[in-house]
């Protein structure tokens, strides 16, 4: 053989050797941080479930129950499972999770450690089990079943004493191998000692384990996890900057849970993997109420919270509670279609679909990590750069000019969450220069991007600040309609009112102005009240009253009435008081219009509420709204 052939032959062999050992030594990137177990990457996949308030509430029209309320009162007549269940089929939900116990101690199973339960109801003459019929109905449409029970007892003697951590732990027990496979663990943080009652120091060591002894997949979910997080407000709205990493070691759910912007943002470096979920009722209030019939969120507004929560990294838990019947509302379930038929209008087109990609870095240069994985719908396969490689670009030509308003990236979490700051650009052709659409931090499971529709043919997408490499799986782009409601999502002004306020009068304190903000029918207004006095009002006329009504600020930063004295008067002199040291439930983490209503209607021209405790432990409040229930 020709030496020279010889030489050139070994030369392409040796060649050859190289790129094949170069490349080899090219490996996937290592995961950066903690990571998500299976079990929470399964649970992000889901996205959106439904939340189910049922109990004796549902009857009573009140948000906490005290534990005093006689079991008999529960009575769904009509109670069907399978509709809730194939309601949330039908609406894209993936799961129901169900309030077995709330903080009334309510059992919605005929449980053995308790006498407060369904048994001793009149349902099914004490013969029923809502457990069994809602998870044997999520079998028979394919949803995965979840549980809340609350630590709190307001019922249970042994609540309140050593032995009551057992007793839960039991109960616990009792649930979790009695009814399948349960997804997720749903536990909140509250205690006795928020009524001023009895403070229970909860074994959570205990609680955990009992959990992950019956249901090692199960999601955890509490102010701290483990499994998955609380955002510090009940509105659907995630922070902007959503890690899913959160230092939970010397916290607990509660009052010993980190501050609420710390989980509504995460901990960029944290200890554990404890990702968002973002629960929100369709209604303003968790239980049903006839008075809220009318009052289910709009489209529009349903479509920003999903914008603020799935779109921000976190999970959405929309609560949908069954009227009395024991079904889903006609109002709620239309309003969960219309949602549904809005998504997927909004995602049905992803114009990236036939674009051609090209990055300013891929890893190794190996089709293995092709920006071009952004597009093939494989959950698995991904961009990603080289180690070191912290900031790079993609470039997005789309097959023609488009009009969009919607964009969509997704991090391949399995490896962790490393996006810190990125952005998107539009090229615009006239200008001849990149023009910026929108702007973030993190990305994490799933990102979705609003801004003023734009028409372009090119777009860019810069990772401009990465902890580790970046590596994204899924890049979307949607030309979605601005609005889906025939009014938009318009706020609520001159509500709920029985009787005008027209011709009311604050008349102690003496305010001006700033008082009759709270009597002016436009919830969109109110007064800032400094310090803990009486409010009382002239109604002009004597009324029938059934019980009234008061809105806070909506925002929760800001101080509500939390404990109070409520009175009525006929003359502005006598007064009879018809609640004492009472409590609006929940109103710090739901800020929201409260409806009291008295044990019985009495004729009244003047009202006093006398604020005893704020929201925020100090004097100042805030008033939006007064209003009076006469029907």
């Known amino acids: 053989m020709n030496n020279r052939f010889l030489s050139v032959g070994l030369l392409l062999l040796s060649t050859g050797l190289w790129l094949s050992c ?57 109670l069907d499972c399978r509709q809730w269940a194939k309601t949330a089929k039908d609406a894209g939900m993936e799961a129901i999770i169900i309030t077995a116990k709330h903080h009334d101690g309510f059992c919605l199973w005929p449980s053995q450690y308790s006498t407060h339960t369904v048994r001793e109801s009149l349902w099914k003459e004490g013969k029923g089990d809502v457990l069994r019929e809602l998870s044997d109905a999520c079998k028979e449409y394919g949803l995965k079943f979840g549980v809340y029970l609350s630590p709190w007892d307001q019922n249970h003697p042994s609540y309140g004493t050593p032995a009551y951590n057992q007793l839960f732990a039991n109960t616990l027990t009792e649930v979790l191998t009695g009814y399948g496979d349960v997804f997720e663990q749903w536990f909140d943080g509250a205690n006795g000692d928020v009524h001023k009652g009895k403070r229970q120091e909860y074994d ?14 199960a999601v955890i979910f509490s102010d701290v996890g483990p499994g998955c997080r609380w955002m510090g407000n009940e509105k659907g709205i995630a922070g902007e900057t959503n890690w899913s990493r959160l230092n939970i070691e010397d916290f607990e759910p509660g009052l010993g849970a980190p501050p609420i912007d710390t989980l509504r943002n995460g901990n960029v470096y944290g200890e554990a993997w404890a990702p968002a979920e973002t629960d929100v009722s369709i209604r303003p209030g968790w239980f049903y109420s006839p008075r809220t019939d009318d009052k289910v969120k709009t489209v529009n507004q349903l479509m920003d919270i999903y914008y603020t929560s799935i779109g921000r990294n976190s999970n959405l838990l929309l609560n949908v509670p069954p009227d009395r019947e024991g079904r889903i509302h006609p109002s709620d379930s239309a309003r969960l279609m219309e949602f549904k038929r809005a998504r997927d209008k909004s995602f049905e087109n992803n114009l990236t679909q036939e674009a051609s990609l090209q990055a300013t870095n891929t890893r190794g240069n190996l089709p293995a990590y092709a920006a071009a994985n952004l597009l093939n719908g494989d959950y698995d396969s991904y961009w990603a750069t080289d180690d070191g490689v912290l900031s790079a670009s993609i470039e997005i030509t789309l097959k023609q000019t488009e009009t969009f308003n919607r964009f969509l990236v997704q991090e391949y979490i399995p490896l962790g969450q490393r996006v810190a700051k990125f952005a998107l650009e539009a090229w615009d052709e006239t200008a001849a220069q990149w023009t910026m659409l929108a702007e973030g ?31 994204l799986n899924t890049i979307g782009l949607y030309n979605t309609p601005e609005s889906f409601d025939a009014e938009g999502a318009m706020k609520e002004k001159n509500p709920f009112f029985d009787v005008s306020p027209d011709k009311w009068a604050v008349t102690y304190p003496d305010g001006g102005e700033s008082f009759k903000r709270i009597i002016d029918a436009d919830i969109n207004t109110g007064s800032f009240i400094p310090q803990l006095i009486k409010i009382v009002i002239d109604l002009n006329e004597s009324h029938p009253l059934k019980g009234f009504i008061y809105v806070p600020s909506y925002n929760s930063t800001e101080p509500a009435i939390m404990r109070y004295n409520f009175s009525v008067s006929k003359d502005g002199k006598q007064w009879t008081q018809v609640k004492k040291n009472a409590v609006f439930s929940n109103i710090k983490n739901n800020p929201v219009r409260q409806d009291v209503l ?33 029907k």
């Open 204 to 217: 959570w060591d205990l609680f955990h384990s009992t959990v992950y002894a019956h249901q090692p997949h």
């Open 22 to 78: 170069s490349i080899s030594t090219i490996e996937p990137p290592a995961a950066y941080g903690v990571t998500p177990t299976a079990s929470q990457l399964e649970w992000q996949k889901m996205e959106y479930y439904m939340f189910v308030h049922f109990g004796p509430n549902t009857f009573t029209d009140v948000e906490w129950g005290d534990g005093k309320e006689d079991p008999k009162v529960f009575n769904p007549a009509g």
């Open 598 to 630: 008295f044990e019985a209607s009495i004729e009244a021209r003047y009202i006093m509420i006398d604020p005893l405790e704020t929201t925020l432990g100090g004097q100042e409040f805030i008033i939006a709204e007064i209003g009076v229930i006469t």
């Open 441 to 471: 931090t993190t990305i994490g499971y799933k990102r979705l991007l609003r801004f003023p529709r734009t028409t372009a043919q090119k777009l860019r997408l810069t990772i401009q600040e990465s902890l580790a490499c970046p590596v």
